[in-house]
């Protein structure tokens, strides 16, 4: 099991930037299906993005892609995500996930997070006002 933990969650006016940061309990070098998801309430959860097969590339969600960036510092055993031109709509308490160590993503972007992810961070809080 991998414990995870976010941070860099804030308030910030619309078209600002964030990086949040999810920092892994142990070696990262085996984390194969690592991502970010967000969800805010009465709404379900949402992926935002993954690395997959190996962490040679990230996914991301349509609503996310050419604003957010998903990147690893393997050393620092943490994964990022870079949010830019934020808009109110990205109001939302962002998770961190992990599949087990040395277990590839199971199936497309959209499949259920259950599938792949056995690890959860509680989250960290991004507000975003217009």
């Known amino acids: 099991q991998v414990h995870l933990v976010e941070s860099g969650g804030d308030s910030v006016q619309a078209r600002g930037s964030l990086r949040l940061s999810c920092e892994a309990s142990?070696?990262?070098?085996?984390?194969?299906?690592w991502g970010w998801f967000r969800q805010s309430p009465g709404k379900a959860r949402e992926v935002i993005g993954r690395f997959s097969q190996e962490g040679q590339f990230a996914e991301y969600a349509d609503s996310v892609k050419g604003r957010f960036t998903i990147s690893r510092d393997i050393g620092k055993r943490t994964l990022y995500l870079q949010m830019n031109s934020l808009k109110p709509d990205d109001t939302a308490r962002y998770y961190c996930a992990a599949a087990p160590p040395g277990t590839m993503c199971i199936g497309p972007l959209s499949a259920d997070p259950r599938t792949s992810f056995d690890d959860w961070g509680q989250g960290t809080q991004v507000t975003v006002s217009s």
């Open positions: 142990q070696d990262a070098t085996r984390l194969y299906c």
